[in-house]
């Protein structure tokens, strides 16, 4: 409703008219006008920005059809050409489900936008960047008490990525021991509904010295997050119930759950999981290898600066005190349309979708309401 009624007024968009737009469509006026003034709203769409740039989609409007890229306002059947050959394809996935079809085909196709150029003419390596990323003085971390290694891992509790690797998580404490410590810090996804409320359950449970369970105890029960659920789980893990309502009514800690999704914001976390190993950014559910290629190359590094002299406590101050205090700019050129390259976009964060959750064909539009 608000779409349609900003494209309808696109000329007049100061904020008195868009307060008046959303009087006229009913909406929860304080509501709306805490979240113009919000972090997490701007993060938000600085984050969706920051997407677009990285898949080249640097004008509006700008499609993504199954990962395919669009541009412009082109005429209709420049869009049927592309979405009759994608339902093609997608007739030979027969043992998929239709919910996991987006992403099978974007798997299946995806290849990686070609880096932007250096001042020499090289390709710019990303998977080197390190970025000066906090843990946060209130964030909870298991593993080493010294580490030589920290990861930072965004994540929340309703993603089913993030559940998916735990198991990669557990393998790399198991593995290395205290060389490697893991900080968790929050990002609940605005798309969905449970993730904030669980996150703010696990600091109530934190507050009470029980984070890692309750943590545990959400993860496994991922689809029953209901306010019942929670405080069911709070009960089960021995905690002062009383208290632990009494905190979630409140709403004490979703200053501190804020405050870590601007924080990710800042540095490229967009989804989840999202990691940062020593400031190195690694996302998604990642097998354990693709981990433990930067951790090992990050435990050389460590023991090299130990070696000059540095306390193991001071390590992970040393080896990000030169990153990047937020994401890299994206590059200044756009890089060239090509019809055959199949972008990975992720469609499971805060994006408005209509349609149905099963197509076969997902299009995501990177697009803004004063372009004519």
């Given at each position: 409703?608000?779409?349609?009624?900003?494209?309808?007024?696109?000329?007049?968009l100061?904020?008195?008219?868009?307060?008046?737009?959303?009087?006229?469509?009913?909406?929860?006026?304080?509501a709306?006008?805490?979240?113009?003034?919000?972090?997490?709203?701007?993060?938000?769409?600085?984050?969706?920005?920051?997407?677009?740039?990285?898949?080249?989609?640097?004008?509006?409007?700008?499609?993504?059809?199954n990962?395919?890229?669009?541009?412009?306002?082109?005429?209709?059947?420049?869009?049927?050409?592309?979405?009759?050959?994608?339902?093609?394809?997608?007739?030979?996935?027969?043992?998929?489900?239709?919910?996991?079809?987006?992403?099978?085909?974007?798997?299946?196709?995806?290849?990686?936008?070609?880096?932007?150029?250096?001042?020499?003419?090289?390709?710019?390596d990303?998977?080197?960047?390190?970025?000066?990323?906090?843990?946060?003085?209130?964030?909870?971390?298991?593993?080493?008490?010294?580490?030589?290694?920290?990861?930072i891992?965004?994540?929340?509790?309703?993603?089913?990525?993030?559940?998916?690797?735990?198991?990669?998580?557990?393998?790399?404490?198991?593995?290395?021991?205290?060389?490697?410590?893991?900080?968790?810090?929050?990002?609940?996804?605005?798309?969905?509904?449970?993730?904030?409320p669980?996150?703010?359950?696990?600091?109530?449970?934190?507050?009470?010295?029980?984070?890692?369970?309750?943590?545990?105890?959400?993860?496994?029960?991922?689809?029953?997050?209901?306010?019942?659920?929670?405080?069911?789980?709070?009960?089960?893990?021995?905690?002062?119930?009383?208290?632990f309502?009494?905190?979630?009514?409140?709403?004490?800690?979703?200053?501190?759950?804020?405050?870590?999704?601007?924080?990710?914001?800042?540095?490229?976390?967009?989804?989840?999981?999202?990691?940062?190993?020593?400031?190195?950014?690694?996302?998604?559910?990642?097998?354990?290898?693709?981990?433990?290629?930067?951790?090992?190359?990050?435990?050389?590094?460590?023991?090299?600066?130990?070696?000059?002299?540095?306390?193991?406590?001071?390590?992970?101050?040393?080896?990000?005190?030169?990153?990047?205090?937020?994401?890299?700019?994206?590059?200044?050129?756009?890089?060239?349309?090509?019809?055959?390259?199949?972008?990975?976009v992720?469609?499971?964060?805060?994006?408005?979708?209509?349609?149905?959750?099963?197509?076969?064909?997902?299009?995501?539009?990177?697009?803004?309401?004063?372009?004519?």
């Open positions: 409703e608000m779409h349609d009624k900003l494209f309808e007024n696109q000329r007049e100061k904020k008195d008219k868009l307060v008046e737009y959303a009087q006229a469509i009913g909406l929860d006026m304080k709306f006008e805490a979240d113009l003034e919000s972090d997490a709203i701007k993060a938000m769409v600085e984050a969706d920005k920051a997407l677009a740039a990285k898949v080249g989609a640097r004008g509006t409007p700008n499609f993504m059809i990962g395919k890229q669009v541009s412009g306002a082109r005429p209709f059947d420049s869009f049927k050409e592309v979405i009759d050959a994608e339902l093609k394809a997608v007739e030979g996935l027969k043992d998929v489900k239709p919910d996991a079809i987006y992403a099978a085909r974007v798997e299946k196709n995806f290849e990686a936008p070609k880096a932007a150029p250096t001042a020499d003419g090289g390709a710019a990303t998977s080197k960047v390190v970025y000066k990323i906090p843990v946060g003085e209130k964030t909870y971390v298991k593993g080493g008490k010294e580490p030589l290694v920290t990861i891992e965004f994540s929340e509790f309703q993603c089913p990525f993030c559940s998916r690797v735990l198991p990669t998580t557990k393998q790399i404490l198991d593995t290395y021991g205290d060389k490697v410590a893991i900080a968790f810090r929050h990002n609940p996804l605005p798309f969905h509904k449970d993730a904030m669980a996150a703010e359950a696990s600091l109530a449970a934190g507050a009470q010295g029980k984070f890692w369970e309750m943590h545990d105890k959400l993860f496994e029960n991922q689809r029953a997050l209901s306010r019942e659920n929670l405080e069911t789980y709070a009960k089960d893990l021995g905690l002062d119930v009383e208290k309502k009494a905190d979630l009514n409140s709403g004490r800690f979703k200053a501190q759950i804020d405050e870590d999704m601007k924080v990710g914001a800042q540095f490229g976390a967009r989804g989840t999981p999202n990691f940062f190993i020593n400031g190195r950014q690694v996302t998604g559910a990642r097998p354990f290898d693709a981990f433990k290629t930067v951790i090992d190359e990050e435990i050389k590094k460590a023991e090299a600066e130990i070696a000059k002299g540095t306390p193991r406590s001071g390590i992970y101050a040393a080896l990000t005190a030169k990153g990047l205090d937020k994401a890299a700019a994206p590059p200044t050129r756009r890089p060239p349309a090509d019809d055959n390259t199949v972008y990975k992720p469609v499971e964060a805060n994006d408005a979708i209509k349609g149905q959750a099963d197509a076969l064909v997902t299009i995501i539009e990177f697009s803004e309401f004063q372009c004519p």
